[in-house]
């Protein structure tokens, strides 16, 4: 079992939904990364957590601490939203992350 | 500010033989850390350098893989001899503290 799980693994949407990928994560520091990456790309950083809640445009994450949970959320989403995003849990030690297996979005016309 | 720059970004070499893949992180930046994701898994952790030192290299999968860090800067990871299953994305981030991560592209390597 992963120590960072995420949810769904694939999300079909049609543009303009709002979306949510939740995250649960068991060890690590009271923080969260998310992270996205295109088709092809590399990883870009959405935003880093550590309590409350984050927005950043249509993007919006929030965190739970004392239940380890956080979710993404995407509103009215768009073709060019499709990507992976992958939640991760920085270590204690050294802060390394330990990834979630990503979640696989693609928005439709 | 250049960003966290990888090369090369793709690499298909044969079994048995040698590859070296290159990372420099963002100036001034002592954490570098390189990860990997393999085919259909999720991205797992190889070793993290401050500065020049390796400070935890728990990641590495076997004695075929070489990291170092020259100065402490630019960093470089060698497989040899490569094998089929060395195939994958690898990424090399790098931080200046907790909360700043920033990744390169990633180098795809295959191995045939």
């Known amino acids: 079992k992963n120590e960072v799980e995420q949810s769904p693994q694939n999300l079909t949407a049609q543009e303009g939904e709002f979306i949510t990928i939740n995250c649960s994560y068991s060890v690590g520091i009271s923080a969260l990364h998310w992270l996205q990456q295109h088709p092809g790309g590399g990883i870009v950083s959405l935003f880093m957590?550590?309590?409350g809640k984050k927005k950043h445009g249509r993007l919006i994450a929030t965190i739970n601490i004392q239940e380890k949970h956080s979710s993404l959320h995407i509103t009215a989403s768009h073709p060019r939203d499709s990507a992976v995003y992958i939640c991760?849990?920085?270590?204690?030690?050294?802060?390394?992350?330990?990834f979630g297996a990503g979640t696989i979005l693609r928005v439709k016309s | 500010e250049a960003g966290v720059t990888q090369f090369p970004s793709h690499s298909v070499i044969e079994k048995g033989q040698t590859v070296t893949l290159r990372c420099d992180p963002i100036s001034g930046h002592d954490n570098l850390y390189w990860y990997r994701r393999v085919m259909g898994k999720e991205i797992k952790f190889l070793l993290h350098f401050v500065k020049e030192s390796k400070q935890d290299e728990s990641g590495m999968p076997n004695n075929r893989f070489l990291a170092e860090r020259t100065g402490g800067t630019y960093s470089t990871l060698k497989v040899q001899p490569a094998e089929l299953e060395d195939s994958g994305v690898y990424f090399c981030a790098s931080s200046q503290d907790r909360w700043g991560y920033t990744f390169g592209s990633g180098t795809r390597l295959t191995v045939v």
């Open positions: 957590l550590s309590s």
């Open positions: 991760a849990d920085p270590m204690e030690y050294g802060n390394k992350l330990v």
